[in-house]
Structures are given as C-alpha cells and as structure tokens.
C-alpha cells in the first residue's frame, strides 16, 4: 500500500512540474489568452494541492487517518480527471485546443494530454487503494459451539470486505462478492458460514450507541412534550441520524439533477444528427463530444442511484431497526424481569386459611402477556419508523424532478406545456369518481356477461 501511495506521490510531483511549464510557456509566449493563462495557473495550484495531501497520506498508517485522506483524494483527483477528460472532447474549450499557432500549439497541447494521462493514473491508484487489511475474527467468540460444528465454510479472512475495501469497491458493491460466492462453494448456508460484520454495524454496538446518545443529546429550551408522547425520543433520534440523513438528502438531489442529464445529451445529438448535411452542421466533434456525455451521465447517474438506494435502504434503514428494537428489547427484558420477580413472590395466605398464590401469579401472567402483545405492536411500529429512510428521498428528488422536468417540456412546448400540466392537475382530482365509475361500468358488464352464457347454456341443454 505504501508502495503505491509513494507512486501517486511521483505522479503529482511530474504532474505538478508540467502544470508549472504549460503555465510559464503560456507567460513566455505572449498571445496566449489570459482565460487560458489563468486556467493553466489554477491548475498548478490545484495541483501542489494534491501534491502536499499525497505526501501527508504517505505516513499515514492508521485507518482513522488513512481512509478520510484516501477518499479526500480520491474525490479530489477524480474531479480533475473529469474537468481535464471533458476540456479534451469540448471542441470550443479554452486553450489548448483552439491553439493554431505552429509555435507553441503542440507544445502546450502535448503537455496538457501528458497531464491528463498522468491524471487518469492518479485517480486509477488512489480509488482502487483498500482501506484496510483483510481481516479475522474467532467465531468460536459470536457463535455457539452447536453453531460452529454447523458451519462448513471456514476462511481466514472471516469477517466482511467493507472494512478493506476501496473507493471503487465501494461504488461497485464489490465488497459482496464474498457473500454471493458463498451459494455457489458452501455446502450449506449456516448463519455461522456467513461473513463477521464489524462491531460498529452489530446489534450491541448500535444499542451503546444510541443510548449515550439518548442521554448527551438534550431537548430545547421551549420544546416540552408530554412524557410518553413520543416527540422527544422523535427529535433525539432525528439528532443521532442526522448525519446520515443528510447524506441521503444531499445524494438524492444530485440524483435529480443528474436524471435528465442523459436526455439532455441524447436531445443535443438528436439536433446534431438533424444538421448533418446542412449549411448549419457543426463540427464533427460535437458529435463525439454527445455520445462520450451521453455515456457518462448514465454511468455517473447509475452509480450515484445505486449508492442512493444502499444508504438510504441498506444502511440508514437497518441502523434505524437496530437502534429502536435494541431500545425496545432492553426494556422487554426488564419488565420480563419484575414480571418474574412478583411472580415468584411466596403466596400469603387469605382470612379463610386458603392460600391465594395460584390467583396472584395468573394475575401476573396475564398482565406479562399483555405487555408482550404491546411489545409485539410496538415492534411492527419499529419496523414501520425504520423505512422512514427509504420514502424520505423522493421528499426530495420528486421536486427537483418535476422542475426540472417542466423547464424541459417548455424548451420543446412552450406555453402549451403548462395548460397540459394544468389539465392534468385537475383531472387529479376527478381519478376516484372515474375510478369509481369503471370498477362499477366493469361489475356490470361481467354480471351481464354472466348471465348471457348462462342463458346460452340452457338453451343449448334444454
């Protein structure tokens, strides 16, 4: 690993020195537009940027150092790649493509494509560098001895690929690959042939967790609901997820930029396509330029929806079910417990001599089974908060979409795009009486149906 990151670190230092050439030879010689001088300048900059990170992410050995760092620069060396991608294939981008003096237009134009390339290096490097060794675990510390003579998939890296995968890892899902390939090898599927997760995503874990939280997170001043309503367990476990939510608000309103970003590509080449052959045709280029954009707003939209639905679904949904049934399980187990407590009481004796123990404990009984139902209930009405996290999103996307959406329909409509809009709104409210109306035209027109084949039947018997 150190290997690699002492590779990205030469990458920079050449790409850095690069920058600095096309820079002063853009000084040196003079035509140069200052847009474009200016361009090769941030560039630099950018540049010892990632440099002075790289070497800090060298030394960096732990992975509470190691991994903020590599996604940092990750993100940072991607987006370079991606701006420096995109000015190669836009045929009317700044310097250097529109360079056409002999003198120094290959120059320059040769050391932006080494950059580019030495770019597509960097980011290939740093994606793909594992956040942490392979790890192991006893399972004979989790499981059971009955469990472990059960299990028949034995591995040395036991526990699950998320704390050593990569970035790239990540957004390919890659991480699961183990758990997939455990259908086609194992020869039965015990729980204990599947892979350890770590502690931050087990059930005791998130169970401290929330409960420090419940204790540090304090309500406002002038927010005092009623004890039992619920609000205050509401607004602390709003506060404790409040990271993650916001993570699920931020990827899906990128999402809803990014899903008319294809059809705005496809729209650009369809007119493209219509001018080929006119006094109008622009350059060949532009071609090119829609079908590359075409092909990374889908990649780039596919990937972004998947990680949308993994946190919002995968992550935010079972860590809201784990911190609300661990709550709610903690405190079944101590009404269990003075439920058996009274029950095991001695019974007292009545004025008559007769001894009244039996009563009391079917009282108990049936006052424990009671609470067992209300815990029952209470644990489908987990089950019900904890997909909070996957109909939150489209609070967010569905507006975002719609604008988007009707901007694009005026582009091609104009004016008319709205009356349709408005038409459709206000059939909006007539769907039920028409709904209505169909289910009841349709029971008609099957009883009659009915009735005519029966009537056919009986002629042809009679």
């Not at 050439?21 to 200016?38: E, I, N």
């Not at 940092?72 to 995109?86: K, W």
């Not at 042939?193 to 401290?208: G, H, N």
């Not at 619920?230 to 930029?257: E, H, I, K, S, T």
Request: hydrophobic share 45%; proline share 5%; with cysteine.
């Amino acid at each position: 690993m150190r290997l690699r990151k002492v590779v990205v670190c030469a990458t920079l230092l050449v790409s850095v020195a690069l920058s600095a050439t096309a820079f002063g030879w853009s000084l040196a010689a003079g035509d140069v537009p200052t847009a474009d001088a200016v361009a090769f300048l941030l560039r630099t900059i950018f540049s010892i940027y990632l440099l002075a990170v790289a070497i800090s992410w060298v030394s960096q050995n732990e992975v509470d150092t190691h991994w903020p760092t590599t996604v940092h620069l990750s993100t940072l060396a991607a987006l370079e790649f991606a701006l420096l991608l995109v000015t190669a294939f836009l045929p009317d981008s700044p310097a250097p493509s529109t360079f056409s003096s002999a003198t120094y237009g290959p120059i320059l134009r040769g050391l932006w494509y080494t950059t580019l390339a030495l770019s597509a290096l960097s980011t290939m490097i740093c994606i793909t560098v594992p956040r942490g060794p392979q790890l192991h675990f006893p399972s004979s510390r989790i499981y059971s001895e009955k469990t472990m003579s059960n299990t028949t998939t034995r591995v040395l890296d036991n526990v699950c690929g998320l704390p050593s995968a990569s970035v790239w890892d990540i957004f390919l899902f890659s991480y699961t690959t183990k758990v997939v390939m455990l259908g086609y090898t194992s020869e039965s599927l015990e729980i204990g042939d599947l892979p350890i997760v770590p502690a931050d995503m087990r059930a005791t874990t998130i169970y401290q967790d929330f409960r420090r939280a419940m204790r540090r997170i304090k309500l406002p001043r002038n927010f005092k609901p009623a004890v039992g309503s619920g609000w205050g367990l509401l607004y602390r476990f709003g506060v404790f997820n409040a990271g993650m939510l916001g993570l699920v608000f931020a990827l899906a309103a990128v999402c809803a930029v990014l899903f008319y970003s294809p059809a705005f590509f496809l729209q650009r080449l369809v007119r493209f396509l219509e001018l080929d052959g006119t006094p109008d045709q622009p350059e060949r280029a532009w071609g090119w330029f829609y079908c590359a954009g075409l092909f990374g707003a889908n990649a780039v939209t596919y990937l972004l929806t998947g990680q949308l639905w993994s946190v919002s679904t995968t992550t935010l949904q079972a860590s809201m079910r784990a911190q609300l049934n661990s709550l709610l399980f903690a405190k079944t187990l101590i009404r269990k417990d003075v439920a058996s407590s009274s029950g095991s009481k001695s019974a007292a004796p009545s004025e008559d001599g007769s001894v009244t123990g039996d009563s009391k404990k079917d009282e108990d009984e049936e006052e424990f089974s009671s609470k067992q139902q209300v815990m029952t209930l209470m644990t489908t009405d987990v089950d019900r908060v904890s997909q909070m996290g996957w109909y939150l999103f489209p609070l967010v996307d569905s507006p975002i979409e719609i604008l988007i959406g009707t901007f694009f329909l005026y582009t091609m409509l104009g004016s008319s795009a709205f009356i349709g809009l408005a038409v459709t709104c206000c059939t909006l409210c007539d769907s039920p009486a028409f709904g209505t109306f169909a289910d009841s035209f349709q029971c008609s027109c099957l009883s009659t149906t009915t009735r005519a084949r029966s009537l056919f039947v009986r002629r042809i018997i009679s």
